[in-house]
């Protein structure tokens, strides 16, 4: 099955409800005139992604889609078997054992979710989840450093598991 971050953002909408309110705070005269925030609730998993900052509703819309993403990826987990090979999406992003994405590169919540899956896979074991993955158990490390809830997450699993924290 497909992770829902990473299944195309058209399909993913289908699945969710949008609802355009305004948002309180500073921003001057025209901050609470129109509803420019968006929050996008994925109706299976009653996930949110939410955004506001910005007076445009479509740069919102568009800041939502990819919190959503990023707290999918985060929260739901997809099981893999131990002989499952990775993705292509992951393939392509790994050179040798070296693996680089942005935070803000459109595909990073399907890879991070890829990642935690693994991660979850392997019950949190990072070197073992690396070799699976075929990259090193450094760049897997920095990878989810790159987005701090990831290694959070990471660290609030290895806890109780009885497993030392990653720095």
Do not use: Y
Request: glycine letters at 6%; hydrophobic letters at 40%; one cysteine or more.
């Amino acid at each position: 099955m497909t992770h829902p971050a990473a299944i195309a953002i058209e399909q993913l909408l289908t699945d969710c409800d949008i609802k355009k309110t305004r948002r309180g705070g500073p921003g001057g005269q025209h901050r609470n005139k129109v509803e420019s925030a968006i929050v996008i609730t994925h109706r299976p998993s009653k996930i949110i992604g939410q955004a506001g900052e910005r007076r445009s509703q479509h740069e919102n819309r568009a800041v939502a889609i990819e919190r959503l993403r990023l707290n999918l990826s985060l929260a739901i987990r997809e099981p893999v078997t131990t002989d499952q090979p990775t993705s292509a999406l992951w393939q392509s992003r790994r050179k040798g054992q070296q693996f680089s994405v942005s935070l803000e590169h459109h595909d990073f919540p399907a890879l991070l979710a890829e990642a935690l899956d693994f991660l979850a896979a392997t019950d949190f074991e990072v070197t073992l989840a690396a070799e699976r993955l075929k990259v090193s158990a450094s760049q897997l490390v920095k990878f989810l450093k790159s987005f701090p809830p990831a290694l959070q997450l990471l660290n609030g699993e290895r806890e109780s598991r009885g497993l030392s924290r990653l720095q």
